[in-house]
């Protein structure tokens, strides 16, 4: 599980015996405090207790934390650590698309960063029509759900408390982009078709989830044998 916290990436692995040496800071005893102003760097987190790893993610949400690049925390059991994070914050789903046409794909700029469109579940939902109603809302562009790309988790504090989003992303196809405009009300600036290279610039412009979206779309179509250009 990789959650983006501040657009830091932080895995939750299982505690197998694995090299330390790619790490600038190692954490590795219950007596170190996580304290996370004195992280820098790639950062690995061992042997803590679940508590003590759910107040660094709060602590992270809080305040970035710009000499911090990544955390990996090592546990003995990774789904319960999962679940007991999953319930310290409030879960909201969402889904969303990059949608094809010819060989570019659609971008939106929202708050001077690009992105891809997606949006909150409405309530009982499916992933897949919320995706669907999700993009066509914020591009104007009328679209068909392909294959499942991936999932994303972030944190953000809303109304003071503390939330974990997954998101749902998919590949679509444009079916209609004649009304094609942003939606303002979302605070969405532009929607913009980009070809590889654009996207390759836009992502430096964007958000380390993104970036990962727009790979794993691209190891997806490599696996279907269609990618024209590789992974960033």
């Given at each position: 599980?990789?959650?983006?916290?501040?657009?830091?990436?932080?895995?939750?692995?299982?505690?197998?015996?694995?090299?330390?040496?790619?790490?600038?800071?190692?954490?590795?005893?219950?007596?170190?405090?996580?304290?996370?102003?004195?992280?820098?760097?790639?950062?690995?987190?061992?042997?803590?207790?679940?508590?003590?790893?759910?107040?660094?993610?709060?602590?992270?949400?809080?305040?970035?934390?710009?000499?911090?690049?990544?955390?990996?925390?090592?546990?003995?059991?990774?789904?319960?650590?999962?679940?007991?994070?999953?319930?310290?914050?409030?879960?909201?789903?969402?889904?969303?698309?990059?949608?094809?046409?010819?060989?570019?794909?659609?971008?939106?700029?929202?708050?001077?960063?690009?992105?891809?469109?997606?949006?909150?579940?409405?309530?009982?939902?499916?992933?897949?029509?919320?995706?669907?109603?999700e993009v066509e809302e914020e591009t104007g562009v009328k679209v068909k759900s392909e294959e499942l790309i991936c999932s994303t988790w972030h944190t953000y504090?809303?109304?003071?408390?503390?939330?974990?989003?997954?998101?749902?992303?998919?590949?679509?196809?444009?079916?209609?982009?004649?009304?094609?405009?942003?939606?303002?009300?979302?605070?969405?600036?532009?929607?913009?078709?980009?070809?590889?290279?654009?996207?390759?610039?836009?992502?430096?412009?964007?958000?380390?989830?993104?970036?990962?979206?727009?790979?794993?779309?691209?190891?997806?179509?490599?696996?279907?044998?269609?990618?024209?250009?590789?992974?960033?």
């Amino acid at each position: 599980m990789k959650i983006y916290i501040n657009d830091i990436p932080v895995r939750i692995r299982g505690n197998q015996h694995q090299s330390n040496k790619k790490f600038d800071v190692v954490l590795d005893s219950d007596t170190d405090d996580i304290q996370a102003i004195k992280l820098k760097g790639k950062v690995l987190i061992k042997e803590k207790s679940h508590e003590a790893i759910n107040r660094l993610l709060h602590i992270m949400t809080d305040t970035k934390y710009s000499k911090i690049k990544q955390i990996e925390i090592r546990v003995k059991n990774k789904i319960k650590a999962q679940e007991y994070l999953k319930s310290k914050f409030n879960i909201v789903e969402a889904a969303g698309g990059i949608v094809e046409k010819d060989d570019k794909i659609l971008l939106i700029l929202r708050h001077d960063l690009w992105d891809i469109p997606k949006g909150k579940l409405e309530k009982k939902e499916k992933r897949r029509e919320g995706a669907i109603r999700e993009v066509e809302e914020e591009t104007g562009v009328k679209v068909k759900s392909e294959e499942l790309i991936c999932s994303t988790w972030h944190t953000y504090i809303r109304n003071k408390k503390y939330v974990l989003k997954k998101t749902t992303w998919y590949r679509m196809s444009c079916l209609d982009d004649s009304k094609m405009k942003p939606q303002k009300a979302e605070n969405i600036q532009k929607t913009v078709w980009m070809n590889a290279n654009e996207v390759d610039v836009a992502v430096l412009h964007s958000y380390k989830t993104i970036k990962r979206v727009v790979n794993k779309y691209r190891d997806l179509l490599d696996e279907l044998g269609e990618l024209k250009y590789q992974s960033l």
